[in-house]
């Protein structure tokens, strides 16, 4: 579970990233020890890169992001 992509998106930065699920809990860990906002919020947890790529783009379409 921890290899799979974390599909993420800023809405402060309006933009979308992945990383893996662990990298993820591992940066929202750090954010919090650090009392830090943490802007990156998971939309969605893919396969492989080309499911992360069809979530965004499914997420471009029907929010128009």
Known sequence: MLKKIAVLYS???KCFHTETVY???????TATIKKKD?????????????DANNIIQSFRNKFKL
């Open 11 to 13: 809405f402060e930065q």
């Open 23 to 29: 990298d993820y809990i591992k940066s929202n860990v």
């Open 38 to 50: 943490h802007q990156y919020r998971m939309i969605g947890i893919a396969e492989t890169d080309e």
